[in-house]
Protein backbone atom coordinates (compact mmCIF):
# COMPACT_ATOMS: atom_id res chain seq x y z
CA UNK A 1 0.00 0.00 0.00
CA UNK A 2 2.53 2.54 1.11
CA UNK A 3 4.61 1.25 -2.62
CA UNK A 4 1.61 2.32 -4.26
CA UNK A 5 1.26 5.52 -2.64
CA UNK A 6 4.43 6.41 -3.32
CA UNK A 7 4.04 5.81 -7.19
CA UNK A 8 1.65 7.98 -7.66
CA UNK A 9 2.82 10.37 -5.93
CA UNK A 10 6.50 10.92 -6.89
CA UNK A 11 6.09 9.27 -10.56
CA UNK A 12 3.52 8.72 -13.35
CA UNK A 13 3.86 7.93 -17.19
CA UNK A 14 3.76 11.42 -17.64
CA UNK A 15 6.93 12.42 -15.52
CA UNK A 16 8.75 9.58 -16.77
CA UNK A 17 8.10 9.99 -20.24
CA UNK A 18 9.46 13.72 -19.73
CA UNK A 19 12.78 13.04 -17.94
CA UNK A 20 13.46 10.09 -20.39
CA UNK A 21 13.55 13.34 -23.10
CA UNK A 22 15.75 15.10 -20.41
CA UNK A 23 18.18 12.40 -19.64
CA UNK A 24 18.83 12.60 -23.08
CA UNK A 25 20.68 15.83 -23.44
CA UNK A 26 21.39 16.55 -19.00
CA UNK A 27 22.23 14.49 -16.55
CA UNK A 28 19.10 13.77 -14.03
CA UNK A 29 19.59 14.59 -10.31
CA UNK A 30 19.96 11.36 -8.17
CA UNK A 31 15.76 11.38 -7.31
CA UNK A 32 14.69 11.98 -10.60
CA UNK A 33 16.74 9.07 -12.59
CA UNK A 34 15.51 6.59 -9.18
CA UNK A 35 12.08 7.93 -10.18
CA UNK A 36 12.28 7.17 -13.55
CA UNK A 37 13.84 3.90 -13.39
CA UNK A 38 11.79 2.45 -10.56
CA UNK A 39 8.77 3.66 -12.90
CA UNK A 40 10.10 1.73 -16.15
CA UNK A 41 10.98 -1.34 -13.99
CA UNK A 42 7.15 -1.62 -13.40
CA UNK A 43 5.03 0.28 -16.39
CA UNK A 44 5.24 -1.76 -19.38
CA UNK A 45 3.74 1.13 -21.61
CA UNK A 46 6.63 2.96 -20.70
CA UNK A 47 9.45 0.99 -21.60
CA UNK A 48 7.67 0.29 -24.51
CA UNK A 49 7.65 3.82 -25.40
CA UNK A 50 11.33 4.38 -23.92
CA UNK A 51 12.16 1.72 -26.65
CA UNK A 52 10.39 3.46 -29.72
CA UNK A 53 11.25 6.76 -28.74
CA UNK A 54 15.21 5.59 -29.09
CA UNK A 55 13.76 3.90 -32.72
CA UNK A 56 12.16 6.92 -34.15
CA UNK A 57 15.19 8.91 -33.13
CA UNK A 58 17.33 7.08 -35.07
CA UNK A 59 15.00 6.71 -37.78
CA UNK A 60 15.08 10.26 -38.43
CA UNK A 61 18.64 10.75 -37.91
CA UNK A 62 18.52 8.14 -40.73
CA UNK A 63 15.67 10.10 -42.57
CA UNK A 64 18.63 13.19 -43.00
CA UNK A 65 21.44 10.95 -44.72
CA UNK A 66 18.93 9.50 -47.35
CA UNK A 67 19.76 10.62 -50.92
CA UNK A 68 19.12 14.17 -51.79
CA UNK A 69 15.32 13.55 -53.97
CA UNK A 70 14.09 10.86 -52.61
CA UNK A 71 12.32 12.44 -49.96
CA UNK A 72 11.43 15.86 -51.96
CA UNK A 73 12.84 17.15 -55.36
CA UNK A 74 12.24 20.54 -56.09
CA UNK A 75 10.17 22.13 -58.98
CA UNK A 76 12.02 22.78 -62.43
CA UNK A 77 10.29 25.57 -63.13
CA UNK A 78 11.13 27.40 -59.67
CA UNK A 79 14.68 26.10 -60.06
CA UNK A 80 15.04 27.47 -63.68
CA UNK A 81 13.64 31.33 -61.87
CA UNK A 82 16.11 30.96 -59.22
CA UNK A 83 19.15 30.56 -62.04
CA UNK A 84 17.72 33.76 -63.79
CA UNK A 85 17.93 35.69 -60.93
CA UNK A 86 21.13 34.84 -60.10
CA UNK A 87 22.52 35.42 -63.47
CA UNK A 88 20.87 38.53 -63.76
CA UNK A 89 22.90 39.47 -60.04
CA UNK A 90 26.28 38.33 -60.91
CA UNK B 1 42.10 35.46 -63.43
CA UNK B 2 44.85 33.61 -61.25
CA UNK B 3 43.51 30.16 -61.70
CA UNK B 4 44.59 31.03 -65.84
CA UNK B 5 47.84 32.74 -64.63
CA UNK B 6 48.85 29.82 -62.69
CA UNK B 7 47.67 27.67 -65.19
CA UNK B 8 50.41 29.10 -67.62
CA UNK B 9 53.17 29.02 -65.60
CA UNK B 10 52.30 25.43 -64.31
CA UNK B 11 52.48 24.29 -68.53
CA UNK B 12 55.46 26.69 -69.32
CA UNK B 13 58.44 25.98 -66.52
CA UNK B 14 59.97 22.82 -66.77
CA UNK B 15 58.56 19.64 -64.75
CA UNK B 16 60.90 20.59 -61.98
CA UNK B 17 59.30 23.93 -61.05
CA UNK B 18 55.70 22.61 -60.43
CA UNK B 19 55.58 23.77 -56.95
CA UNK B 20 55.41 27.38 -58.52
CA UNK B 21 52.34 26.26 -60.06
CA UNK B 22 50.75 24.72 -57.30
CA UNK B 23 51.81 27.98 -55.34
CA UNK B 24 50.58 30.02 -57.25
CA UNK B 25 47.05 28.01 -57.32
CA UNK B 26 46.45 27.92 -54.02
CA UNK B 27 47.22 31.99 -53.52
CA UNK B 28 44.07 32.25 -55.07
CA UNK B 29 41.52 34.87 -54.46
CA UNK B 30 38.61 32.74 -52.44
CA UNK B 31 36.05 34.45 -54.24
CA UNK B 32 37.26 32.50 -57.34
CA UNK B 33 36.76 29.52 -55.55
CA UNK B 34 32.58 30.12 -55.32
CA UNK B 35 31.12 28.96 -58.88
CA UNK B 36 28.31 30.76 -58.13
CA UNK B 37 26.22 30.41 -62.09
CA UNK B 38 26.22 26.77 -61.20
CA UNK B 39 24.64 26.92 -57.16
CA UNK B 40 21.19 26.32 -58.53
CA UNK B 41 21.87 23.25 -60.49
CA UNK B 42 24.19 21.54 -57.60
CA UNK B 43 22.97 22.60 -54.83
CA UNK B 44 19.29 23.51 -55.23
CA UNK B 45 18.00 19.94 -54.50
CA UNK B 46 19.87 19.75 -51.82
CA UNK B 47 19.33 23.13 -49.59
CA UNK B 48 15.39 22.61 -50.66
CA UNK B 49 15.01 19.19 -48.89
CA UNK B 50 17.13 20.21 -46.53
CA UNK B 51 14.73 23.58 -45.62
CA UNK B 52 11.66 21.73 -46.37
CA UNK B 53 12.70 18.84 -43.71
CA UNK B 54 13.02 22.11 -41.24
CA UNK B 55 10.40 24.37 -42.18
CA UNK B 56 7.25 22.11 -43.58
CA UNK B 57 6.02 24.24 -45.73
CA UNK B 58 6.90 24.16 -49.83
CA UNK B 59 6.70 28.13 -50.45
CA UNK B 60 8.31 28.80 -47.41
CA UNK B 61 11.63 26.49 -48.52
CA UNK B 62 11.74 27.76 -52.13
CA UNK B 63 11.73 31.41 -50.49
CA UNK B 64 14.38 30.24 -47.72
CA UNK B 65 16.30 28.94 -50.97
CA UNK B 66 16.25 31.66 -52.90
CA UNK B 67 17.35 34.21 -50.16
CA UNK B 68 20.17 31.93 -49.22
CA UNK B 69 21.54 32.01 -52.74
CA UNK B 70 20.98 36.03 -53.11
CA UNK B 71 22.53 36.75 -49.29
CA UNK B 72 25.33 34.13 -50.86
CA UNK B 73 25.86 36.58 -53.56
CA UNK B 74 26.21 39.55 -51.64
CA UNK B 75 28.69 37.83 -49.19
CA UNK B 76 30.70 36.37 -51.60
CA UNK B 77 33.65 38.51 -50.84
CA UNK B 78 33.99 36.89 -47.08
CA UNK B 79 33.80 33.46 -48.13
CA UNK B 80 37.29 32.46 -46.61
CA UNK B 81 37.60 29.27 -48.17
CA UNK B 82 37.77 27.13 -44.99
CA UNK B 83 34.93 25.16 -46.21
CA UNK B 84 33.54 23.24 -49.59
CA UNK B 85 30.65 25.32 -51.19
CA UNK B 86 27.71 23.29 -49.98
CA UNK B 87 28.99 24.04 -46.24
CA UNK B 88 29.18 27.87 -46.62
CA UNK B 89 25.89 27.94 -48.58
CA UNK B 90 24.20 25.26 -45.57
CA UNK B 91 25.22 27.48 -43.22
CA UNK B 92 24.10 30.05 -44.52
CA UNK B 93 20.47 28.31 -45.24
CA UNK B 94 20.75 27.13 -41.27
CA UNK B 95 20.89 30.79 -40.20
CA UNK B 96 17.82 31.59 -42.19
CA UNK B 97 16.11 29.06 -40.95
CA UNK B 98 16.76 30.20 -37.05
CA UNK B 99 15.60 34.05 -38.24
CA UNK B 100 12.63 32.45 -39.99
CA UNK B 101 11.59 30.79 -36.38
CA UNK B 102 12.80 33.65 -34.12
CA UNK B 103 10.97 36.02 -35.69
CA UNK B 104 7.85 33.22 -35.57
CA UNK B 105 8.68 33.29 -32.21
CA UNK B 106 8.31 36.76 -31.39
CA UNK B 107 4.98 37.62 -32.80
CA UNK B 108 2.92 35.02 -31.89
CA UNK B 109 4.30 32.23 -29.91
CA UNK B 110 5.44 33.39 -26.97
CA UNK B 111 3.14 30.98 -24.83
CA UNK B 112 4.81 27.95 -26.16
CA UNK B 113 5.25 26.43 -22.47
CA UNK B 114 1.82 26.86 -21.92
CA UNK B 115 0.73 25.10 -25.12
CA UNK B 116 2.69 22.53 -24.89
CA UNK B 117 1.66 21.39 -21.88
CA UNK B 118 -1.95 21.44 -22.76
CA UNK B 119 -0.99 19.38 -25.57
CA UNK B 120 0.55 16.94 -23.16
CA UNK B 121 -2.40 16.82 -21.42
CA UNK B 122 -4.05 15.11 -24.29
CA UNK B 123 -2.16 11.55 -23.62
CA UNK B 124 -2.19 11.39 -20.16
CA UNK B 125 -5.42 11.73 -17.13
CA UNK B 126 -4.58 13.75 -14.25
CA UNK B 127 -2.82 11.48 -12.27
CA UNK B 128 -0.62 11.54 -15.20
CA UNK B 129 -1.46 8.25 -15.90
CA UNK B 130 -1.42 7.24 -20.22
CA UNK B 131 -5.40 7.54 -21.10
CA UNK B 132 -6.75 4.94 -23.08
CA UNK B 133 -6.56 5.84 -26.32
CA UNK B 134 -3.28 6.72 -25.96
CA UNK B 135 -1.33 3.48 -24.81
CA UNK B 136 1.77 2.81 -26.46
CA UNK B 137 1.14 -0.03 -28.35
CA UNK B 138 3.55 -2.26 -30.03
CA UNK B 139 4.23 -1.10 -34.27
CA UNK B 140 2.51 -3.44 -36.39
CA UNK B 141 5.21 -3.93 -38.49
CA UNK B 142 8.67 -4.08 -36.56
CA UNK B 143 12.06 -5.22 -37.83
CA UNK B 144 14.82 -3.36 -39.55
CA UNK B 145 14.22 -4.19 -42.93
CA UNK B 146 10.48 -2.62 -43.20
CA UNK B 147 12.08 0.30 -40.98
CA UNK B 148 14.37 0.94 -43.77
CA UNK B 149 11.23 1.15 -46.69
CA UNK B 150 10.79 4.07 -49.05
CA UNK B 151 7.00 3.75 -47.61
CA UNK B 152 8.32 4.33 -44.18
CA UNK B 153 10.11 7.19 -44.77
CA UNK B 154 7.27 9.23 -46.37
CA UNK B 155 4.72 8.17 -43.75
CA UNK B 156 7.52 9.61 -41.22
CA UNK B 157 7.96 12.92 -43.19
CA UNK B 158 4.38 13.11 -43.18
CA UNK B 159 3.83 12.50 -40.00
CA UNK B 160 6.61 15.42 -39.31
CA UNK B 161 4.40 17.54 -41.15
CA UNK B 162 1.80 17.66 -39.33
CA UNK B 163 4.10 19.37 -36.08
CA UNK B 164 3.61 22.70 -35.60
CA UNK B 165 6.49 24.80 -36.91
CA UNK B 166 8.33 25.82 -33.25
CA UNK B 167 8.08 21.78 -32.82
CA UNK B 168 9.69 20.67 -35.52
CA UNK B 169 12.44 23.19 -35.61
CA UNK B 170 13.40 21.87 -31.95
CA UNK B 171 12.89 18.12 -32.91
CA UNK B 172 14.57 18.61 -36.45
CA UNK B 173 17.98 20.66 -34.99
CA UNK B 174 18.18 18.27 -32.24
CA UNK B 175 17.97 14.53 -33.83
CA UNK B 176 18.99 15.69 -37.45
CA UNK B 177 21.69 17.71 -37.18
CA UNK B 178 22.73 16.64 -33.35
CA UNK B 179 23.10 20.05 -31.82
CA UNK B 180 23.40 20.79 -28.18
CA UNK B 181 20.09 21.38 -26.95
CA UNK B 182 21.24 24.35 -25.36
CA UNK B 183 22.61 25.91 -28.38
CA UNK B 184 19.13 25.29 -30.28
CA UNK B 185 17.55 26.67 -27.27
CA UNK B 186 19.63 29.78 -27.68
CA UNK B 187 19.45 30.40 -31.02
CA UNK B 188 15.67 30.39 -30.54
CA UNK B 189 15.75 32.28 -27.99
CA UNK B 190 13.79 29.41 -25.60
CA UNK B 191 14.54 28.50 -22.23
CA UNK B 192 16.41 24.60 -21.44
CA UNK B 193 13.22 23.52 -19.51
CA UNK B 194 10.54 24.51 -22.33
CA UNK B 195 13.17 23.35 -24.93
CA UNK B 196 12.15 19.96 -23.16
CA UNK B 197 8.77 20.14 -22.80
CA UNK B 198 8.50 20.78 -26.69
CA UNK B 199 10.55 17.54 -27.22
CA UNK B 200 9.10 15.83 -24.94
CA UNK B 201 5.18 16.91 -27.09
CA UNK B 202 6.80 16.50 -30.11
CA UNK B 203 8.00 12.72 -29.59
CA UNK B 204 4.77 11.96 -28.20
CA UNK B 205 2.58 13.37 -30.95
CA UNK B 206 4.96 11.96 -33.86
CA UNK B 207 4.91 8.26 -32.00
CA UNK B 208 1.55 8.54 -31.94
CA UNK B 209 1.26 9.45 -35.52
CA UNK B 210 3.42 6.39 -36.28
CA UNK B 211 1.37 4.12 -34.17
CA UNK B 212 -1.90 4.88 -36.11
CA UNK B 213 -0.21 5.18 -39.84
CA UNK B 214 2.23 2.43 -39.71
CA UNK B 215 0.31 -0.88 -40.12
Known sequence: MFLKFRVKLRTNCRRTTYLLEKGNTTSLSLKDGFDMYFHLAICPFCSLYRKQSKMIQQAVWHMSKLPVGMVYRMDEQVKHEMNEEIQKRL | ?215
Open chain 2, 1 to 215: MYTIFGYIQFKSFSPGTESAGVLLFLEMNNKEKLNAPMWVKNYADFLYNFALQRVNDEEQAHDLVQDTFLSALEKMDTFEGNSSELTWLRSILRNKIIDFYRKKASSRMVKISQDADEGVSDFFDENGIWKEAHIPKPFAVEGHDRMNTKEFYSMLAACMKKMPGLWTAVFTMKFMDEEKTENICKSLRITASNCWVVIHRAKLSLRECIQRNWL
